[in-house]
Each structure stands twice: as structure tokens, then as C-alpha cells.
Nanobody, 123 residues
């Protein structure tokens, strides 16, 4: 599966952004999808994950209550709605996919990565 993320940008603290990730390839609904991020000088970290049908979602504690992950299997697209953005959310955001939910959410080592989209939040 190939992943193409977009929607990043420069916003002020408190603003909202929605990231999108379009997937190409077969059977999008077979993949668990998610988002990771990497801030300058820091390791990549898990942000959010969503199960095959969209019924199960998972979040890092740092974004819980502010970010919402969703997917549209008819459009082969996964979204990350980010509200109440903070300067510490500034990072390169990656769309990810895997056939295994534990590998994406628990082990945080998904097999498929898209290119990053930059999110910068100014104070």
C-alpha cells in the first residue's frame, strides 16, 4: 500500500487542522491505519490508530480529547482532525498502515509509512 498525506501547515495555538492520507493499492479496508509524528530532536511517536472498520480508535495520552482519527473505506482515506493545537504538537506527521493492529498500536512498528506532512503551531 502506498500512502500520501496532506493537510499540514502553519497555525496558531488553539487552531485546528485536518490531515488526510490517501492510500493506493488493493484492499484498503484490510489495513489498520494510523498517524505518527516526529518533532525536531525527538523520536517518532504514536499519535493515533484506527481499526479496519473504523469502530476502534486509539490515541496517545498527549492528544486524547483533542485529536480524532477517522477513515472512509470507500475513499481509501484516513483523516486526523486536530483541535486545540499546542506548540508541542509541532512535528512532521506520518500516515502509517499495517495489517496487524498490535504492530501498529502496541508495538508501534507499522510496516508502511507515507511521506510526512509538516504541522507547525506557533504560540
Amino acid at each position: 500500500v502506498q500512502l500520501q498525506a496532506c493537510g499540514g501547515g502553519l497555525v496558531q495555538a488553539g487552531d485546528s487542522l485536518r490531515l488526510s492520507c490517501a492510500a493506493s493499492g488493493r484492499t484498503f479496508s484490510s489495513y489498520v491505519m494510523g498517524w505518527f509524528r516526529q518533532a525536531p530532536g525527538k523520536e517518532r511517536e504514536f499519535v493515533a490508530g484506527i481499526g479496519w472498520s473504523g469502530g476502534s480508535t486509539y490515541y496517545a495520552d498527549s492528544v486524547k480529547g483533542r485529536f480524532t482519527i477517522s477513515r472512509d473505506n470507500a475513499k481509501n482515506t484516513v483523516y486526523l482532525q486536530m483541535n486545540s493545537l499546542k506548540p508541542e504538537d509541532t512535528a512532521l506527521y506520518y500516515c502509517v498502515a499495517d495489517l496487524s493492529l498490535p504492530r501498529l498500536v502496541t508495538l508501534t512498528t507499522p510496516n508502511y509509512w507515507g511521506q510526512g506532512t509538516q504541522v507547525t503551531v506557533s504560540s
